[in-house]
């Protein structure tokens, strides 16, 4: 397979610039200032010492800020510079800038802080009582309560010959992007402050920036730049990292660049949400699952973030892709004093799929029933009625084809009978395992969905096409051109992608779940749809023929009766007809809806599914997992570009393994201890074997161009799949807690 | 007192033999492909070849290079700008996503490469074990690792 991505030349040659790579004249370098306090509340920042070290320019504080230091996505809860309170230990209380990052580095230690110490809530459940508040102002920890209410669930329980009753608790997790945050900012001799950084999320990077400068988002430019990874790590942070760097620029008149260290960054930034699940299942003698309670509590640590965003989610999707006709489910998002926790791939699904896959096969093992059959006879089907009441139509309902698939693939049915058996010197046992689960698209209920591309045609033939989707290094780029070249009949080389620029394209929202190819590409399909039309309606005479029968390909306008113009010819024609060939178009994300008293509502306007398994070793003595192969089968829609569809799920399914068997962070008494790399292991080459994807393509009639996403869909699975390999391999009964450790047997 | 970068030869001052050489690369010689990911030897983002082998910049002082031939990414392309073998096998098999570690992941494969020009797939995942990437799963690196191999044989 030949790849192609716009970028990957820049990028294998070492010319792609980062933000940390980004020089200006005059440049100045900031370093923060965290306490060691983890619940505080803060009588003085004395920053004298520092102010008087080699090369520092200035020490800022909250206090220095034109505008409001104090800013959020969802609850404006966050001071990019603590002010009256720290919250966590990752909270900066002041910001040091020097001529150089060395001098800014050394007087940062140089400042210190009074403070008086404060109890520090770190268990949810006790942040629960509220017996101390971490946001007084807030009067409560409670960040939101999302529900589920349908149908009876005593009653299901009532008839239910089977009640299994668990509870579950998953880790905090590191989206370790191997760039850790950076960002340049640099003062414009026109009054706008211009960003080179290292975000996911550009316009939400513009308003926290915004805010903090006390400017209209016309004076703020988020320029897209390369970045290195973000797995949804790179929104919030990345934005305050950002911010800090142009209340530096914008205090000081000179360009700022703020590259946070390995330490910095995973000290700081927002985590996965650590789960405690008190979850009842109950199910009917002939194996159809009766009822579900369920109880969450998501550790939101010191701020909002998205935390009503995720726990949404995983309220939504709290049974898996299963008919559930009585549920009851009650989902908290809790503030603790502990890192703060928001977006990362799965945003929500991981841990409630960790539980419903496992707690499935619990209950056929008990009935005595197949494991599949059991699945399949609670499946989501087409037209099915999902928990919250949302009829699923409009898309083809592909569980059965991925979990089939997946199935054939991998011999399941041949392999399952292994599981349990001895290889090599009698210490490893073989087990193999699956998982599936349907996935709402986009952002569903959860916020504002839409997304804008401009395609503007130059007179030369060349085409610039830019939409409000970022490269996170997904491709997202590459699939917006190869879609682009598709529906205006060009060729590819035609077409340069622009850098996206706040001022320039329309805010299109974050690029996170899974909504890149969905949105930009389905936006792309609007705005070539309406240059075409304008193109058709100016041309067509000279094609002898109406408008609508123009038609667009091999690098052509085609008209009646072999009359035809190059694509060259035709944008000097509309020249000569004083026309730009130029189209911006929005994707309005189909209607979706919500109650959230009843936790009713068509909570997404389209869905994924998609099944994976996995075959493992497990070793009797340390109790090691070795994984042997994995399959994937996803659905989706359309595959724009092969290889980054490959690379997406290859990469979701080794976060995964990570997230199953090897990552998370440590935290002592609120203070993170596996600061770098080193301490917190994520996957290496070594750890997983090749894995094979197969793509299931069933055109989605709800987004424009049958294209749907796949890069969290990936990760979800792969816990729970090796989860339920390990059970069939070692006979444990279920497990309850992430990272698995599996004790020897 | 000398190193050899990219082919040219850098004189060096005394006050650059203190520095370490990744902040060296970066900032003295803008130098940027090769990258910081976590300052501390482990992520390999900043693996340059010294002498034909591989090394982390972040571990190394300028003065542990001095007389010695450095190569960056930047050194892999010749001087027209046209892409080494291995650095179009990385483009062409989907190997590049974000694109942080890749830099740092070609030099290992090179210096892998220029010893066994046909190293099996769990060759190449040992040889890049140090290299960290969170996007790809490695999985298409290893596939433009094995698919640059003819291009180093016949060069030898």
Not at chain 1, 456 to 464: C, E
């Amino acid at each position: 397979m030949k790849a192609w991505r716009n970028d990957a030349v820049a990028k294998v040659s070492g010319r792609a610039r980062y933000a940390d790579d980004y020089k200006f004249p005059g440049m100045l370098h900031a370093a923060p200032v965290y306490t060691d306090h983890v619940h505080a509340r803060i009588i003085a920042v004395h920053t004298e010492e520092a102010q008087a070290c080699a090369g520092v320019v200035g020490v800022y504080t909250a206090a220095d800020a034109p505008g409001n230091a104090v800013f959020g996505q969802i609850q404006r809860d966050y001071a990019m510079l603590a002010g009256d309170r720290i919250r966590m230990h990752g909270d900066v209380v002041a910001l040091v800038v020097a001529e150089t990052r060395a001098q800014a580095m050394a007087a940062a230690a140089k400042v210190s802080v009074t403070a008086e110490a404060l109890p520090p809530v770190l268990d949810p459940e006790e942040a629960f009582r509220d017996e101390v508040l971490i946001h007084p102002e807030k009067g409560t920890n409670l960040i939101n309560h999302h529900k589920v209410r349908t149908g009876d669930v005593a009653a299901g329980f009532a008839e239910s010959a089977l009640v299994l009753e668990e509870v579950f608790q998953t880790q905090f997790v590191e989206h370790a992007y191997i760039e850790p945050e950076s960002a340049v900012a640099v003062p414009g001799d026109d009054g706008v402050m211009r960003i080179y950084g290292s975000m996911q999320h550009p316009f939400s990077t513009r308003r926290f920036t915004a805010t903090l400068l006390g400017l209209p988002l016309s004076d703020v430019e988020v320029i897209t730049i390369p970045m290195g990874g973000g797995f949804g790590g790179k929104d919030d942070t990345a934005a305050i990292v950002s911010a800090r760097a142009a209340l530096a620029a914008r205090l000081t008149g000179r360009p700022v660049k703020l590259t946070y260290t390995r330490e910095w960054s995973m000290r700081e930034s927002y985590k996965r949400h650590p789960y405690k699940v008190y979850y009842k299942m109950g199910v009917g003698a002939d194996g159809s699952i009766k009822a579900a309670e369920v109880k969450i509590f998501a550790d939101g640590g010191a701020y909002c973030s998205v935390t009503p965003w995720v726990t949404w989610r995983s309220t939504v999707q709290c049974c898996g892709p299963y008919q559930v006709p009585n549920v009851c489910c009650d989902t908290y998002g809790v503030h603790t004093n502990n890192v703060f926790t928001g977006a990362f791939r799965g945003f929500g699904s991981p841990q409630m799929n960790f539980i419903v896959e496992q707690l499935v096969e619990r209950a056929a093992q008990k009935l005595g029933m197949d494991e599949i059959a059991f699945r399949r006879r609670n499946m989501v089907t087409q037209g099915c009625t999902t928990i919250t009441q949302q009829k699923l139509d409009g898309h083809t309902v592909s569980l059965e084809q991925a979990l089939s698939a997946v199935m054939e693939k991998i011999d399941y049915a041949n392999k399952r009978a292994r599981c349990g058996q001895e290889a090599g010197d009698g210490d490893e046992v073989y087990g193999i395992g699956l998982a599936m689960s349907y996935r709402g698209m986009s952002l569903g209920a959860e916020g504002i969905d839409l997304c804008a591309a401009i395609i503007n045609g130059q007179f030369d033939g060349s085409i610039l096409v830019e939409t409000g989707i970022h490269e996170n290094g997904q491709g997202s780029e590459s699939a917006m051109v190869l879609c682009a070249a598709e529906h205006l009949g060009v060729r590819r080389e035609r077409i340069r992608y622009r850098r996206s620029s706040t001022s320039n394209i329309m805010d299109s929202a974050t690029t996170v779940a899974s909504r890149g190819t969905l949105m930009g590409t389905s936006a792309i399909v609007l705005a070539a749809n309406k240059l075409k039309a304008q193109m058709a309606e100016v041309l067509a005479p000279q094609l002898r023929c109406e408008p609508g029968e123009v038609r667009f390909a091999d690098d052509c306008l085609h008209g009646a009766e072999g009359h035809r113009l190059t694509w060259d010819e035709a944008v000097w024609q509309m020249f000569l007809h004083q026309e730009h060939p130029y189209a911006a178009a929005t994707f309005k994300a189909p209607d979706v809806s919500w109650d959230e008293e009843t936790g009713h509502g068509n909570a997404y306007f389209t869905w994924v599914y998609g099944c994976q398994a996995v075959e493992v070793m497990v070793n009797r003595k340390s109790g090691q997992v070795r994984l042997l192969q994995a399959v994937a089968a996803h659905d989706v829609g359309k595959a724009v570009n092969p290889a980054m569809l490959l690379g997406q799920i290859y990469g979701g399914m080794t976060q995964g393994y990570g997230y199953a068997l090897k990552e998370e962070v440590l935290m002592k008494d609120g203070r993170i201890t596996n600061t770098n790399l080193g301490r917190y292991k994520i996957p290496k080459a070594e750890d997983v074997p090749d894995f094979q994807a197969i793509v299931i393509e069933n055109p989605d009639p709800m987004s424009a161009s049958k294209a749907k996403g796949v890069g969290e869909p990936a990760l979800e699975l792969m816990a729970p799949a090796i989860a339920n390999a390990v059970r069939h391999a070692t006979g444990h009964d279920c497990f309850r807690k992430l990272p698995l450790r599996v004790e020897p047997f | 007192m000398q190193v050899t970068i990219n082919g040219k030869i850098v004189a060096l001052t005394a006050e650059d033999l203190a520095k370490g050489l990744l902040d060296y690369l970066r900032e003295d010689l803008d130098l940027t492909g090769t990258k910081n990911g976590c300052n501390v030897g482990v992520c390999g983002a900043c693996v340059v070849l010294v002498d034909d082998k591989p090394q982390r910049a972040c571990r190394r002082k300028v003065v542990d290079v001095v007389d010695k031939k450095v190569v960056t990414i930047e050194g892999m392309s010749d001087a027209q700008g046209a892409l080494h073998p291995l650095q179009i096998a990385f483009i062409e098999e989907g190997a590049v996503q974000c694109g942080f570690c890749t830099p740092g992941m070609v030099m290992s494969a090179h210096a892998l490469l220029m010893q066994h020009a046909t190293p099996s797939r769990a060759e190449v995942r040992r040889a890049i074990n140090n290299n960290l990437c969170r996007c790809t799963g490695y999985q298409q690196i290893v596939d433009a690792v094995v698919a640059a191999g003819p291009a180093y044989a016949k060069d030898a």
